[in-house]
């Protein structure tokens, strides 16, 4: 019986192993490129054109967020998964593959706090409930949630720079 497909086990495709070094590298770059857009072009532009002081500025801004940490807990999830790989491909146990795998685990719980407390909780504060008060202000508490989220934002894109330097020098 004749097959279209080759039976030899030493083809191209199957000799060349995934390349997940290079599928790391794109994801943490992808993510730190994409929240630095966000921190510094985004945000700023809404806050400069007076967009947050508007009622449905919360409800926006949800949408926004709701769809960027998805995209931040896929990026976590790939960083994470290509550093795992790389580390099993190691022959001998190193401390370097430890150290990329344990900012890769900080990394995906950054995007899961994001995503399941901090935008819930930030979105919850800002809206406005009672449609015939016209003067807003800004909860004490949401200050705090801001503090946090740059907190956790430097430590994220400081995480993934590291990371995505160690995977560019061959050290994971």
């Known amino acids: 019986m004749h097959t279209p497909f080759p039976s030899s086990a030493n083809t191209e495709t199957e000799s060349r192993p995934f390349p997940w070094?290079?599928?790391?590298?794109?994801?943490?770059?992808?993510?730190?490129?994409?929240?630095?857009?966000?921190?510094?072009?985004?945000?700023?532009?809404l806050y400069l054109s007076g967009m947050m002081s508007q009622p449905g500025f919360a409800g926006a801004s949800y949408s926004l967020f709701w769809l960027f940490n998805r995209m931040e807990l896929v990026c976590a999830a790939v960083a994470l998964t290509g550093l795992l790989v790389l580390r099993g491909r190691q022959t001998?146990?190193?401390?370097?593959?430890?150290?990329?795998?344990?900012?890769?685990?900080?990394?995906?719980?950054?995007?899961?706090?994001?995503?399941?407390?901090?935008?819930?909780?930030?979105?919850?504060?800002?809206?406005?409930?009672?449609?015939?008060?016209?003067?807003?202000?800004i909860p004490a508490e949401m200050n705090q949630l801001h503090g946090e989220y740059w907190a956790l934002e430097m430590l994220k894109l400081a995480g993934a720079s590291l990371l995505l330097g160690l995977c560019c020098r061959n050290r994971v």
Do not use: C, E
């Open 21 to 45: 070094q290079m599928l790391t590298i794109f994801a943490l770059a992808f993510w730190i490129s994409t929240s630095l857009l966000l921190d510094l072009l985004v945000m700023p532009s």
């Open 92 to 137: 001998v146990f190193s401390r370097k593959g430890f150290v990329g795998v344990f900012i890769g685990s900080v990394l995906l719980s950054i995007a899961l706090i994001y995503t399941y407390l901090l935008t819930p909780h930030m979105s919850a504060l800002g809206m406005q409930l009672n449609l015939f008060d016209t003067a807003t202000s």
